[in-house]
């Protein structure tokens, strides 16, 4: 048990990289997924059986808990872990990035941003240490920066503008955040699609000697191609003692290219989220199970799989579920996607400490090609 936050590389095969984080919550194993639990929920999942997938981390959104249930009630109620009876790490988002794509953004000045609440219209101010005040009493172990991240395209005076507001945002963010041995706060890596402008926010953010580092303002619907050439644009401005999360991403196939060029810790909506809408992940692809052609399959989505919702459940009854909007239909499929999303990282992770990481890529990408069979 350590009471402090400590990254260790343990192993590198290429870029890619195997690490562990402790904390006093708990070991994130990297390469890690990081399922999404927006407002203290993991959606249509219980928290032990996210648990039992083998995530070793959650995430919460400031955004979303700071107007419900707000985020003193939640220090009165012990702190998210306590209220949501989940004891290992929570990372949280600084809410910036919600604010842009939810709410009814107001104004966006030096000082922060003022919003109206998508849930009931009620006015919000949030600034910089606003946020991070927010993580602290929702009792957050990594807090990251608030930033702003702009929508692609944008224009480089844009990109520029929002760039160096962010890293303003991340000195105060480090100041609000002060010293928590066991907690760490991460700065989050902007700059659009120009790799100049990425360059100066990483080369600006590595000289405030955070914790961790995120790369920011990508999986905003821009070509994958564009996403990785900013990641290696970035990652080698990145000091390498540190872990580096790349937020919001992504499918299967954003994480192996990824991990590929040096990321560490990845968090997406898009298993839970696809599940609820019906969609599978299975090692030979995505099953969209709503397919007509699943409505008399007897076999499971995955025989070989350790999950239940994967081993023991007809294709044709989750036919039959989804197209009956039944909740049973999102949970098993989330919990299914999850459990997918898991193995892959426990594949990944596998690779890189055996030194063969490109053949398990290429080996799985195959696997995904030939298809559902
Ligand atoms: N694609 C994403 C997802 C989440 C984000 N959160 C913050 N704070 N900033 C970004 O740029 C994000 C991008």
Redesign the pocket.
């Known amino acids: 048990m350590t009471e402090h936050f400590k990254f260790q590389l343990l192993k590198t095969d290429g870029k890619a990289r195997r690490g562990e984080i402790s904390m006093p919550r708990g070991t994130i194993r990297t390469p890690a997924f990081m399922p999404v639990g927006t407002v203290g929920t993991v959606k249509a999942m219980y928290l032990d059986q996210v648990r039992e997938t083998g995530a070793d981390i959650i995430l919460g959104n400031t955004y979303h808990l700071m107007l419900r249930p707000g985020p003193e009630r939640v220090a009165r109620l012990g702190g998210l872990h306590e209220l949501i009876r989940w004891p290992h790490p929570i990372l949280t988002?600084?809410?910036?990035?919600?604010v842009m794509s939810l709410s009814g953004l107001r104004k966006l000045d030096e000082k922060g941003v003022t919003f109206k609440s998508h849930v009931d219209g009620s006015l919000h101010h949030m600034s910089p240490e606003r946020s991070i005040e927010i993580q602290g009493l929702l009792g957050s172990d990594i807090q990251?920066?608030?930033?702003?991240?702009?929508a692609l395209p944008a224009k480089p005076k844009e990109i520029e503008r929002a760039m160096e507001l962010s890293v303003r945002w991340a000195e105060r963010c480090k100041v609000a955040f002060g010293d928590q041995p066991g907690k760490a706060m991460f700065g989050?890596v902007?700059g659009g699609d120009n790799p100049a402008l990425r360059v100066r926010s990483a080369e600006a953010l590595r000289a405030l000697d955070l914790k961790g580092y995120?790369?920011?303002?990508?999986?905003?619907g821009e070509p994958q191609h564009v996403m990785l050439e900013m990641i290696e644009t970035v990652n080698p401005h990145l000091p390498t003692e540190k872990p580096r999360y790349l937020?919001?991403?992504g499918t299967p196939d954003d994480i192996l290219k990824s991990v590929a060029r040096g990321i560490d810790m990845f968090?997406c909506v898009m298993p839970t989220r696809s599940g609820r809408h019906g969609l599978a992940f299975t090692r030979r692809g995505k099953v969209n199970i709503r397919n007509a052609r699943h409505a008399e399959d007897m076999r499971p989505l995955d025989e070989q799989s350790s999950c239940p919702a994967a081993r023991d459940y007809s294709r044709a009854y989750l036919h039959h579920l989804v197209r009956s909007n039944e909740a049973l239909g999102g949970m098993l499929l989330s919990w299914n996607n999850l459990s997918y999303y898991q193995d892959l990282m426990r594949g990944i992770r596998k690779a890189i400490d055996e030194g063969r990481f490109a053949d398990f890529m290429a080996e799985t990408q195959e696997e995904w090609a030939r298809g559902d069979l």
């Open positions: 988002d600084s809410g910036g990035f919600q990251m920066q608030l930033d702003e991240c702009l989050i902007q995120a790369i920011g303002g990508l999986a905003v937020m919001g991403v968090d």
